[in-house]
């Protein structure tokens, strides 16, 4: 049986300083679980599709409300993790022009995201 399949890459560890600096210049996205660096795959066309519905239908919901979702691209720092995520949607609330998250929101959705993942 052949395998097609690019062999894992393993970076050194970092601090989450020097990730963040290391992460800017790179091509593509990566996220930081307690100085271990995971590259992120694409998504293919049916997981953008899902999405793009969940956004949009969440979208209508949070209309008149001070929350707003955002997509993959929003890098989430959870610091009681000392780990950052690209998590496919993110909604924050928007109060006084400066965006908020509830940690322990966000870590109990991330435990359902990464099931089987030890933080």
């Given amino acids: 049986m052949e395998v097609n399949e690019a062999a894992p890459k393993y970076y050194p560890r970092m601090s989450p300083l020097e990730f963040l600096q290391w992460e800017r210049g790179q091509e593509y996205k990566h996220e930081y679980v307690k100085g271990e660096i995971i590259s992120m795959a694409g998504a293919s066309v049916n997981h953008n599709k899902i999405l793009s519905n969940i956004i949009g239908r969440t979208w209508n919901h949070l209309q008149g409300k001070q929350c707003n ?28 022009d400066k965006l908020s998250i509830d940690p322990i929101q966000l870590e109990i959705r991330l435990e359902e995201i990464y099931d089987g993942v030890k933080f």
Avoid: E, G, Q
Avoid at 78 to 95: E, G, Q, R, W
């Fill in 69 to 96: 979702i955002y997509p993959s691209d929003l890098r989430i720092a959870v610091k009681s993790k000392n780990s950052f995520f690209y998590p496919d949607a993110t909604i924050l609330m928007s109060s006084h």
